[in-house]
């Protein structure tokens, strides 16, 4: 990890709400650890194909390419259910490294398997990633050369 991703050794505040005082600090983690990825294929459910756009998140593909573009491979699309994130990492001026959304009150997915998909595990917080993702946090301490393979 570079000098400029390191993160603070103490995350611990010094003010707390009361039920939180003696309540041990942060511990980092990485988003392979936190979550699991979602690989299920599409197969022959029929489900609405997207596409993730920086800045905006999802979009049918029919809306965003003027026509369904999944053809042969759309049984190869993993299949997402709300909850679920999907990071693409074509860059933009807004994400350099890649744009990461929760699919919210669309319920299941068909998304291109050039993008990759997970699910956070046990109590960790959507809305709290969320608003991470939002902020670019993950590119700020994407390291170099990152793929998105299992250090992800």
């Known amino acids: ?6 993160l603070t050794p103490a995350l611990l505040p010094k003010l707390r709400f009361p039920e939180f005082r003696g309540a041990e600090a942060w511990k980092p983690i990485t988003l392979h650890e936190a979550s699991t990825p979602v690989t299920e294929r599409v197969g022959e459910k029929k489900l609405m194909p997207v596409s993730i756009s920086a800045g905006i998140g999802f979009v049918p593909q029919a809306e965003k390419f003027g026509r369904d573009i999944s053809g042969n491979q759309y049984q190869l699309y993993t299949l997402v259910r709300d909850g679920d994130f999907v990071f693409n990492k074509g860059n933009s001026l807004k994400f350099p490294q890649g744009c990461i959304y929760l699919l919210q009150g669309w319920g299941q997915v068909a998304a ?3 993008f990759i998909c997970f699910r956070l595990k046990g109590d960790y917080s959507n809305g709290f990633f969320q608003q991470c993702f939002e902020q670019n946090q993950h590119g700020r301490l994407k390291r170099p050369g990152f793929s998105g393979g299992s250090n992800s």
């Open 1 to 6: 990890m570079s000098s400029k991703t390191k």
């Open 112 to 114: 291109p398997n050039v």
